[in-house]
């Protein structure tokens, strides 16, 4: 079983930028694909952006499309998620997953089989 550890969460500023990390504890465990969803209160996980090992493709969710960037490294199995230009609407906790399903759209925050436990980001306004 993998583990998934997030970090990089916090307090920032509307128009801010912040990076989050995952680190995977194995390569292994993770599957094709690693990704980053978000959840505000209230509202459902939300799919941001995934990276798929075999070809390095990436997809992104529409909300964050063109002010996120997802990226790799390989040698530490850490998966990362810079955020820019935040908006207070962005505040949510950002989690890390992995293992998605062998078939079916990575969006689909059900289907993926391991979790972190979270970080949070706020945005004040």
């Known amino acids: 079983q993998v583990h998934l550890v997030e970090s990089g969460g916090g307090q920032v500023q509307d128009g801010d930028s912040v990076r989050l990390s995952c680190a995977a504890s194995?390569?292994?465990?993770?599957?094709?694909?690693m990704a980053w969803f978000r959840q505000a209160p209230g509202k459902e996980r939300e799919f941001v952006a995934s990276f798929r090992w075999s070809d390095g493709k990436i997809f992104y969710g529409s909300s964050l499309k063109g002010r996120s960037a997802i990226s790799m490294d390989n040698v530490n199995n850490t998966l990362f998620l810079q955020l820019n230009a935040l908006k207070p609407e962005d505040t949510a906790v950002y989690y890390c997953?992995?293992?998605?399903?062998?078939?079916?759209?990575?969006?689909?925050?059900?289907?993926?089989?391991?979790w972190g436990q979270g970080t949070q980001v706020t945005v004040s306004s």
């Open positions: 194995e390569r292994a465990g993770t599957g094709d694909a």
């Open positions: 997953a992995a293992d998605p399903p062998a078939s079916g759209p990575y969006n689909n925050y059900r289907l993926w089989l391991y």
